[in-house]
């Protein structure tokens, strides 16, 4: 099997979507997130959307790929040999409920890989006046697929260095309960057989089902709202990671600010997340957090 990167720009059908109270709740549930921003509805202002839940959003298009790409030029099913190699979010605004939103998916690279070809796919969503609220890029590793020539379009994580021998500012160790994956798979609504069938799992060769690398993600960027934005996810302006190791349910993790970077609109948190076994389970992993 072979694509090739003729195929950057192709967009795929675009679904609209309208945020409710009980997605943003869910969504916090998943992550064991008790930040009043997302439940206590009794505030003036009200409940917001915990940023990560644009993860949900556009899993609507992820999980039905024919669907939303089928009618464009993509060979969608390529997509079979999808593994997810990471995520880069960049929000504009928060959302909260009641916001609708427009979403437009895109073939952002299609790059060489060691193991196949490098795919990311670019999602926008907009609110009804046209104003850009979060840009997601997904990075998958298309394993055993070839890339035909020498691609085009650009990572969108880069790799990350600290200091040498530098110590963690900070760590955190999360236990990842036995059900971690099946109250991530419900309540975050982002449903894949590897994270609840225990069949499944072996059947693709593994020793479990493996805990959700989005909701690892989600975690991070909870300690890192706690610890270094006052609690505030309005404050969240982007987080980006790679996936390189599996959490198991029932194993803890353990989540490590590496150094913080100024930059113009705020401070930059680089972090990485070790499983039980001491792996990094999420690399190059970076929070941007807008000055107070």
Same mark, same amino acid.
């Given at each position: 099997?072979?694509?090739?990167?003729?195929?950057?720009?192709?967009?795929?059908?675009?679904?609209?979507?309208?945020?409710?109270?009980?997605?943003?709740?869910?969504?916090?549930?998943?992550?064991?997130?008790?930040?009043?921003?997302?439940?206590?509805?009794?505030?003036?202002?009200?409940?917001?959307?915990?940023?990560?839940?644009?993860?949900?959003?556009?899993?609507?298009?992820?999980?039905?790929?024919?669907? %939303?790409?089928?009618?464009?030029?993509?060979?969608?099913?390529?997509?079979?040999?999808?593994?997810? %190699?990471?995520?880069?979010?960049?929000?504009?605004?928060?959302?909260?409920?009641?916001?609708?939103?427009?979403?437009?998916?895109?073939?952002?690279?299609?790059?060489?890989?060691?193991?196949?070809?490098?795919?990311?796919?670019?999602?926008?969503?907009?609110?009804?006046?046209?104003?850009?609220?979060?840009?997601?890029?997904?990075?998958?590793?298309?394993?055993?697929?070839?890339?035909?020539?020498?691609?085009?379009?650009?990572?969108?994580?880069?790799?990350?260095?600290?200091?040498?021998?530098?110590?963690?500012?900070?760590?955190?160790?999360?236990?990842?309960?036995?059900?971690?994956?099946?109250?991530?798979?419900?309540?975050?609504?982002?449903?894949?057989?590897?994270?609840?069938?225990?069949? %499944?799992?072996?059947?693709?060769?593994?020793?479990?089902?493996?805990?959700?690398?989005?909701?690892?993600?989600?975690?991070?960027?909870?300690?890192?709202?706690?610890?270094?934005?006052?609690?505030?996810?309005?404050?969240?302006?982007?987080?980006?990671?790679? %996936?390189?190791?599996?959490?198991?349910?029932?194993?803890?993790?353990?989540?490590?600010?590496?150094?913080?970077?100024?930059?113009?609109?705020?401070?930059?948190?680089?972090?990485?997340?070790?499983?039980?076994?001491?792996?990094?389970?999420?690399?190059?992993?970076?929070?941007?957090?807008?000055?107070?």
């Amino acid at each position: 099997m072979q694509i090739s990167s003729k195929y950057v720009g192709v967009k795929c059908r675009p679904i609209d979507v309208e945020i409710t109270p009980k997605q943003c709740m869910y969504y916090a549930a998943a992550t064991g997130d008790g930040n009043p921003a997302y439940l206590d509805d009794t505030r003036p202002e009200g409940i917001m959307a915990p940023p990560m839940l644009a993860i949900s959003l556009t899993w609507r298009i992820s999980a039905r790929v024919a669907e %939303f790409w089928g009618d464009s030029d993509f060979p969608v099913d390529v997509l079979a040999r999808q593994v997810h %190699f990471s995520e880069a979010l960049h929000w504009l605004k928060p959302m909260r409920p009641g916001d609708r939103l427009h979403i437009e998916g895109v073939v952002a690279a299609i790059l060489p890989h060691r193991a196949g070809t490098h795919l990311i796919l670019e999602y926008t969503a907009r609110d009804p006046g046209g104003d850009t609220v979060f840009v997601e890029r997904i990075g998958g590793i298309l394993r055993g697929v070839k890339c035909t020539d020498e691609g085009r379009g650009e990572d969108t994580v880069p790799v990350h260095t600290p200091p040498k021998d530098a110590q963690p500012l900070w760590s955190r160790t999360l236990p990842i309960s036995p059900l971690a994956s099946y109250i991530y798979d419900g309540l975050a609504d982002v449903h894949f057989p590897i994270h609840i069938s225990p069949a %499944f799992a072996q059947m693709v060769g593994l020793p479990g089902i493996i805990f959700h690398g989005t909701g690892t993600l989600a975690l991070a960027v909870r300690e890192i709202i706690a610890l270094e934005a006052d609690n505030d996810p309005s404050r969240v302006l982007n987080a980006r990671c790679r %996936f390189t190791g599996m959490v198991m349910p029932g194993t803890d993790i353990t989540v490590e600010l590496l150094d913080r970077e100024a930059q113009e609109r705020g401070t930059a948190c680089h972090f990485i997340v070790r499983n039980s076994a001491g792996k990094a389970a999420l690399s190059d992993g970076c929070v941007t957090v807008a000055a107070p």
